[in-house]
Structures are given as C-alpha cells and as structure tokens.
C-alpha cells in the first residue's frame, strides 16, 4: 500500500485497534501516545514521536473514543483528547480533524430537575472552542446540539446499516425490530428500513426514577417465532435492555440480538443481558470490547476521504 505522506492519523488511547484500521484504510501513517497518570491524579500525555517537525505542516486526524476507561473514568479520556488537540495545535498542523466514535455526556443535553448542568452543551463547547476544523462523531445521542455549538464542519456518522448487515449475516429471519422505551422509536423506524420495508417496530413502555435512576418496563407483545432485534444507541449497565429482552422472551421470540453503537457494558451488564435470553451481544468498535464485532473503520474512512 502506498503510503500517503502530507497526512497523519494519532491513535488515542481509547481507540487503538479502530484507529489503526482507518489508517489502514485511507493508507496513512499513524502514531500512537503515551500516557500516565500522576500521583495527584492528573493526566499526562505525549504523542509518540521524537521530531516535532513530522506534525507540522500535515493535515492531522485524532481518533479518540471518549467511552469509559478501564478504571470507569470518561473524565480521562476527555482528557486526553483535549492534550492531543492541544499537542497537535501547538505543534502548527495545517489542519485538524477530530473523530470521536463515542461521545462522552451526550447523553446529558436536556434538564430533568432543577440545579443540574446540561453538560453536553460544555463539552461541546470546550471542544468548539479548541478551533479544530472538522470533527466526526458516530451514532451521536443528541444530534441537534451539534449544529447549535460547533462553529465548523461536524458529521454524525449512521452505523444502523452496518449494524444490520452484520446481523442479517448471521442467518437472522422473520425479524421484529423492538424499541426498549419511546425515546428510541424514530432509529428504531430507521434501523428496520435496513431489513426490509414492511419489517415490524414493537415498543415497550419505559419508566426512569429521575432521582434513583430505577427503570421499569411494561409491554406484551406476540413475537412467537420471530428473530427479535433490540437497539440502542448506548448499552451502558443493560438495565433496559435486559428488561426489553425479558419482555421479548415471554412474548416468544426466537433469537434475541441485544444490539448498540456504543455497547458500553458496565458493570453486570453482560450477565444481565445474556440472564434475561439474549442471544447475543453486538456493538460496533466506538467502543474496544468483546462486543464490539462490527468495525466502523471504512465508513468513516469514507467520510475522511
């Protein structure tokens, strides 16, 4: 492969095995970093290169996810994608293109009691105010804020397609696509389309505590039969998704695909999801676990290009 010269692609710590495959895809150069934490708790960084003189000049893609480290922390990965903007700023990129495959706080863009922080909006902002050029996000969940905060170019990459023809290769048939709560109605109606025009969107009936955080679920559905495809955007603790694929279960369902962008999986949730029936676990690789079985690497690769 020839390799593209007046370009650069830094492979963020969150997403080492994604970034190496956009690389690869758009034949480009990349260069991994260093990191530490110090023993007051802050945050070091260092892009992985000893002449300074490589970045100047170079249009620079960053690729860093901003989904929980291995610790849990999402404030470290935040982190370190702002010391990698900065490094590469300072370091007189010509320009600078910022993919972040998962998009921590996104999911805190509207106020549910009173004295919370809209912190999406800030995030956004701090990102904004870095002056990049171009940034791409996947799969973002509140895709309005976007146009509102970021000055330049920004992309919402779509990964339902991707993500249904991966299960479509697995031999999956007669399918029902289930939204767990309203919320996700609309890409559940966009993520059917991808199976077939006249394939059915069942919704359940979803309840959070805006104080303890507690769900509960309700629906009865005829699935007797039927290949069950649950989606999300973000499976994080798989509360939801676990009382969707229990509901699923008892209404019949055949095989049960626990399916999301962002397959976070925290805490118990693998256990939860696969105790309730699921048949399998399916995420894409914003985030690097063992879920994550379907690569966004040429989509946005086709998007950078």
Known sequence: MKIIMDKILIVGPASQILGVRIARELGIQCINTETKTFPDGENY?????DDETLIEGKEVIIVQSTGPSSNGNQNTRLFELFMMIDSIKRMLASKVIVVIPYLAYARQDKIFRPGECQFADVVLRIIDSM??????????????VLQELIVNKVVNIDSMKLLADYIKSLGASDIV????????VE??????KHFGENVKVNVFEKKRDVKTGEITMSGNLSLKNKDVVIADDIIATGGTMA???KISKEGGANKIYAVATHALLLQQAKYRILNAGADEIIGTDSIDNEASKVSLAKAIADYLK
Request: proline share 6%; glycine share 2%; aromatic share 6%.
């Open 187 to 192: 890409r559940s109606k966009a993520f059917a």
């Open 243 to 245: 009382n969707a694929i």
């Open 45 to 49: 960084l260092r892009i992985n290169i």
């Open 131 to 144: 002056q990049i050029d171009e940034l791409y996000v996947v799969d973002v969940h509140a895709p309005e």
């Open 177 to 184: 696509v289930v939204s767990p709560d309203k919320g996700a």
